[in-house]
């Protein structure tokens, strides 16, 4: 289950550094909000962290502190429950803070990994509507912003879609990793890892190294402990007018170090996007963690923007044992999803 911490006050009392903050205050809408933050922290191996916001009396007698109301104990203690239920192993804090709702997160996005509130969603101009403390929070905050429909619609099997126009927040958006929590043996997903150069000077070597697409075994009948959890797939490449099969890995970017991959000077303000495609091999939960290099030979270190340690994160989830539903097409080569 996950542990309660209360931070009580009337700001924020805590360090949300890194943490995924969510709005919670009992409605529906609220509840899709958690659901879907919790899910994410435990996909980027975050803190989660619950804010329930309460407006006060509009006059306190001087000297008095406002108190929490009545039902925030409660409220947060519900939310805490979901969130254990979604992620039994993750962190999970909670807190009670005095209105106004967008103030509350736009104060928390200073120092948050994202932000997630709830939205109504039965007005089409809901999200013209400036009194909205969504939209208050998502054009002032300072950290990506997710906001969540109250609706019937699950949307798990909606693509995302992330608007580019070129800008250094554009590019932002597009470094914001996504890979599917969800995975099914035999079923094939590209994991990608953008890298945007935010410094004014060239990055030598821009690497990344990433771990978990193998584990290690303790069986003393195997030859080789090593066995993947994810396999790298193959794609077909010409070499000197010869087939060859290669991994679908960023090509040109091999190195001889163990699970990394380096492509080459990064110039400022430009992106390099690392991709893969790898299959589900073994069913259960996995973890794959990456991280950033500047170079190889250990002169150059990678730093995230602003100072602090070398960008890293994580992907975690569950691998199903039920494979996809897909057949052989009539040509005889295509392979095709779902059955006739």
Request: overall charge neutral; glycine content about 10%; hydrophobic content about 40%.
């Amino acid at each position: 289950m996950a542990d309660r911490a209360e931070f009580a006050g009337i700001a924020l009392t805590s360090s949300l550094l890194d943490a995924v903050v969510v709005g919670f205050d009992g409605s529906t809408g609220s509840e899709q909000a958690l659901a879907w933050a919790a899910r994410e922290a435990r996909r980027r191996g975050r803190r989660l962290h619950v804010i329930h916001v309460w407006l006060p009396p509009p006059l306190v007698p001087a000297g008095l502190s406002f108190p929490h109301m009545p039902d925030s104990e409660a409220i947060l203690d519900d939310a805490v429950a979901r969130a254990g239920s979604i992620w039994p192993d993750g962190t999970v804090t909670a807190q009670a803070l005095p209105g106004p709702v967008d103030a509350a997160f736009i104060d928390a996005s200073l120092e948050a990994d994202t932000v997630v509130v709830g939205a109504p969603c039965h007005r089409r101009q809901a999200y013209r509507d400036f009194g909205s403390s969504a939209w208050q929070v998502a054009i002032h905050a300072l950290c990506p912003v997710v906001v969540v429909p109250e609706t019937t619609d699950p949307c798990d099997h909606r693509a995302v879609v992330v608007g580019v126009d070129g800008s250094a927040g554009s590019d932002k958006a597009v470094a914001y990793d996504k890979w599917p929590e969800k995975q099914q043996l035999a079923k094939s997903s590209q994991l990608l890892v953008s890298v945007r150069n935010a410094g004014r000077e060239t990055i030598p070597n821009i690497g990344v190294t990433v771990n978990g697409l193998d584990e290690r075994k303790t069986d003393p009948d195997l030859a080789d402990p090593t066995r993947p959890v994810f396999a790298i797939n193959g794609v077909q490449v010409r070499i000197a007018g010869f087939p060859e099969s290669k991994d679908a890995a960023p090509r040109g970017c091999d190195t001889a170090y163990v699970n990394t991959w380096a492509c080459g000077p990064l110039k400022p303000n430009q992106t390099k996007t690392f991709r893969w495609s790898v299959t589900a091999v073994r069913a259960g939960d996995y973890r794959v963690t990456w991280r950033v290099n500047a170079g190889l030979d250990g002169k150059a270190k990678a730093v995230a923007s602003g100072g602090g340690p070398a960008p890293r994160g994580q992907f975690a989830g569950t691998i199903s044992n039920k494979a996809p539903t897909v057949r052989v097409a009539d040509d005889g080569h295509t392979i095709v999803n779902g059955t006739r």
